[in-house]
């Protein structure tokens, strides 16, 4: 899936790079083209919690929005968290569009 991606105080592996692509390919049976995905991961340790990670996914498909911000310990555990909500989102507005037609 194509995606822009932006980081705020936070360096990211391979690996996560990785985890992050594979997890938004997951997303792409959901979507119809043409739809544009921003991901924002950001480091935060000012944070009530300590360390934390946010990861911010917003796809922006036709009239539809589509947002979810999940903050974590880990990037993996944010990632997975972000993209789990995004898929139930998903999910619920694909039913809904069904139907209705």
Known sequence: M??????EHI????????LLETKLNKLEK?????YVADVTI?????HIHG?????????EQGKHVYRAERSEETV???I????NALQSELRTSHER???HN
């Open 42 to 46: 950001s480091h935060d340790t000012h």
């Open 11 to 18: 360096e990211l592996s391979e690996t996560d790079k990785e």
């Open 97 to 99: 569009r069904k139907e």
């Open 30 to 34: 959901h979507l119809a083209t043409p």
């Open 80 to 83: 997975d968290a972000a993209v």
């Open 51 to 59: 360390n934390v990670v946010r990861c911010t996914i917003v796809i």
């Open 76 to 78: 993996q555990n944010a």
């Open 2 to 7: 194509k995606h822009s991606l932006r980081l």
